[in-house]
């Protein structure tokens, strides 16, 4: 028995040191390949990694059900929008970024599922169609124009060392749910 857990721990253990080791292999061989590319770039080039690395974590819910969510850029882009322009009019601050944005991705999300439990039409499909209605809707609110929010205290949630800090306690967050929940059990 104790022999299992340790092969366990061992194995798990490897997953955690391959996550890390690949994209630092990444890293190496573009650096090596483009010597334009210096050192100095590795942190733009992490904050540009980190939005896309958080939604695949989001997606994993849904490829592990057999569903495909080829809208989710678009469902997240479409909140921050809805959201920053809502809390930048009303003063909500930060908590209202958070929230707002959370809300408006839960109402996309239920919008594909209930499209898809009505008319049975494959969710790749519908996400497509929702993808370019999504784009529509945020080009709409925003005037076409996204939402500025330099000039106000929120930029914190974009700057560094937050962005990193939100992103990985997103991910693990992610990693909790889905690996450590009833929720995620049944997921999987």
């Known amino acids: 028995m104790r022999r299992l857990q ?3 721990a061992l194995r798990s253990s490897g997953y955690y040191i391959l996550m890390f080791a690949i994209p630092i292999v990444l890293f190496t061989v573009m650096l090596l390949v483009f010597p334009e590319i210096g050192l100095k770039n590795i942190p733009s080039l992490f904050k540009q990694a980190l939005f896309p690395a958080v939604l695949s974590c989001g997606l994993m819910f849904n490829f ?3 569903n495909w969510d080829l809208a989710i850029g678009a469902e997240s882009v479409l909140a921050a929008i809805v959201a920053g322009r809502i809390s930048v009019q009303l003063g909500l601050g930060i908590p209202g970024i958070i929230l707002g944005s959370v809300l408006v991705g839960v109402l996309c999300g239920a919008v594909s599922g209930f499209i898809y439990y009505l008319t049975k039409v494959p969710t790749i499909i519908v996400t497509v169609g ?3 209605l999504y ?3 945020g080009s709409i609110v925003s005037g076409g124009a996204g939402v500025n929010i330099s000039a106000t205290s929120y930029v914190v949630l974009g700057s560094y060392p937050w962005n990193i800090i939100y992103g990985v306690a997103a991910m693990f967050l992610a990693y909790f749910i889905f690996y450590r ?3 995620g059990y049944h997921v999987r």
């Open 6 to 8: 340790l092969r366990r």
């Open 64 to 66: 592990a059900s057999g």
């Open 130 to 132: 929702l993808l370019f």
């Open 135 to 137: 784009e529509c809707i």
């Open 181 to 183: 929940t009833g929720f």
